[in-house]
């Protein structure tokens, strides 16, 4: 059920509107050169003082949306008062969510005092995550209130299920921002951990976040938030809030499954008046093909195209923009998503009559 609700993260693709041409120049991309693509898109960004983060703009990118006195706490989800900054166990801090000794920069600019992953905490939570690699398991770790957090052990975090895929997001969004030019950090994931022992500049574990981010869809909280640092702060984004399917087509969804190189999913024409062809093909036979689903931006299944489980092979599916009473669909976005045994290929379509 989780793995058909992510689905609803592609709604998300109608953020890209409000900056209609800032990802110009992804289309095709997948990844080292995606990647790169996102760096130089993103690289550019205002910067501020670490002082300013506690002052100015945590306050207002982490507010409480119910409460505007209030931020919310990263690993707990408390909302907590702003006025209460702090060393005290009953106060928060700042919460560097990629660990400033993994690239060792510490709380100088940029990495040091970039908004996009730094959140206000809890201070005895934030203390007990320390610089640890993100994976599962563990023993449960509690805030001040006796609110959950999540679990740990002696070298991995585990935040509490709500808030993993907002984890996964903004440690990858600090390994394609940091690519090692004019003196910053070279930040890269790892499928290991400890990932630095030493202080080198990686970040674990890689497969763990990826499912992370496939389990933990985008919410409204990080729309809010990766809006506020683009408009008010940093004027740059978090890709991977704006477009998950980046994502896949940087690092795939699982690390021991095929990538995309191993499947051609194609779409012509795009966007469709009257019908559109969808076409797969695996370069790997022994993948099973499993079904192929037309959502809507509401996460809503509109039309079941095949529901199928053989051996994959080359298959076209022709969709009329027609729902599954056959009645036409209203002109918008659409996503077609293909569920390959453990993997989900999700691509837009645009339906113009």
């Known amino acids: 059920m989780k793995k058909i609700v992510f689905v609803l993260i592609f709604i998300l693709a109608l953020a890209s509107f409000l900056c209609a041409d800032y990802y110009d120049g992804t289309e095709g991309l997948y990844g080292d050169e995606l990647k790169t693509a996102l760096y130089f898109i993103i690289k550019d960004h205002t910067t501020y003082s ?9 306050p207002n990118t982490d507010e409480d949306p119910n409460n505007s006195n209030n931020v919310i706490l990263i690993y707990t989800g408390r909302s907590q008062d702003k006025d209460t900054f702090g060393g005290l166990l009953d106060e928060w801090n700042r919460e560097h969510v990629w660990a400033k000794s993994h690239g060792d920069f510490g709380n100088t ?10 959140r206000p905490c809890d201070v005895g939570v934030n203390s007990i995550r320390g610089n640890k690699d993100f994976d599962n398991g563990g023993s449960a770790v509690y805030g001040y209130y006796n609110d959950y ?17 907002d984890i996964a997001r903004m440690i990858m969004y600090m390994a394609v921002r940091y690519e090692g030019e004019n003196d910053e950090p070279d930040l890269e994931l790892v499928d290991y951990i400890p990932s630095s022992p030493a202080g080198q500049p990686y970040f674990g574990k890689e497969s763990v976040l990826i499912q992370w981010h496939i389990d933990d869809p985008v919410d409204s909280f990080e729309i809010t938030r990766n ?9 740059n984004r978090n890709p991977f809030i704006d477009h998950p399917e980046f994502v896949e087509r940087i690092w795939c969804y699982a690390i021991d499954d095929p990538c995309m190189e191993n499947i051609i999913i194609k779409s012509y024409p795009n966007p469709f008046s009257t019908s559109t062809t969808l076409s797969f093909s695996l370069t790997m036979n022994e993948q099973e093909l499993e079904r192929i689903d037309i959502y ?3 996460g809503q299944i509109v039309r079941t195209l095949l529901i199928f489980s053989s051996p994959f092979h080359p298959v076209e599916v022709t969709w009329d923009g027609r729902d599954g009473n056959d009645k036409l669909v209203k002109n918008g976005i659409y996503f077609y998503v293909v569920s390959i045994e453990k993997q989900k290929y999700v691509n837009k379509l645009t339906f113009m009559k």
């Open 50 to 58: 670490y002082d300013a983060l506690r002052d100015y703009i945590l």
């Open 227 to 235: 809006e506020k640092i683009y408009t008010n702060w940093q004027h």
């Open 109 to 118: 600019i940029p990495c040091g005092t970039d908004a996009h992953h730094i």
């Open 296 to 298: 809507n931006v509401k």
């Open 149 to 165: 957090a999540g679990n740990t052990d002696g070298d991995s975090f585990e935040p509490r299920d709500e808030v993993k895929g």
